[in-house]
């Protein structure tokens, strides 16, 4: 029987790392400030909004939602110039998804290093390739918190990390390999993806594809971490579902459910790069 990793204590947990910084902080006297930006009015954007804001009184941080005074890329970038240039603002992070016509890349390149929430700056990119970072891209932080909390043993482990996205799959075979594991990064031209991910021990899903990865493709009793969020609909209902079958149960020895795995996990990482940047910040 196949162990589920679930995500809910092991956030619980990096929320009490978080608290213990909000709390050294406080003691210095700063309150780490959080600004949220969004271009439009996303409704599932709204939900996530109102849970971050939420979540930051619980955490003992202040948080602020701000909107670009029009959904185009030199109004957002606009507001990223200014929040850049507000010392009082610790951290921003740029809500997904951007309205059409607005380059997620450029906005996120355009934000001081020093207040990327996310991780995502090509300079906190980069900085992947130290041992150290301050803040790292939060899923693919996750996949690593995931194996962690769940005491896999990921020196010499096998990791097929599927997906090679900037901020998801890259990163989090980064990450990896700097816990000595020996990553293989699948991708959609990989050729005999089973073949790759029956030699590992532990399989990545990081793809956006429900189903795609099968019992078959599995060795019994690898790991499997499941960062795929997919929407799909059963007779008209929707639900949503990872990357893997959920059959794969039947075959490995621990895997991530979806949702309730990895994604709270990744919402915990951001109050940690939160309070982290904050941290660094008062240590200039
Ligand atoms: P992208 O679309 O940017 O990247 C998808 C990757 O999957 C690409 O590298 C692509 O390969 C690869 N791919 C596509 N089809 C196949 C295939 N048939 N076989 C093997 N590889 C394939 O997605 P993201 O990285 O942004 O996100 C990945 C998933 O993670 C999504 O479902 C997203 O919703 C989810 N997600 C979950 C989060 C969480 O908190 N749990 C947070 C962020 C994202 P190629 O490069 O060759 O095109």
Redesign the pocket.
Known sequence: MATSILGAPIAAALENEVTAIVSELAAAGVVPRLVALAAGHDPASEVYLGRQAKAAARLGMSYEIRRAAEPTEAAVLAEIDALNADPSVTGVIVQMPLPAGIRSEVVQARLSPEKDVEGVHPANLGALLESAPTVAP??AA?VVECLLASNIPLRGADVVV????R???RPAALLLVEKDATVTL?????RD?AAVTRRADIVVM????AG?LTPDMLRTGAVVID????EVFTDGKRSIVG?ALPAIADVCSAFTPVPGG??PV?VALLWRNAARLAKRRLAR
């Open positions: 939060c899923t996750a599927v997906g090679r996205s901020i998801v799959g699948a991708h959609s031209r990989s993806l990081a793809v956006g594809r795609l960062v795929g969020i997919n990357d990895v994604g990744t």
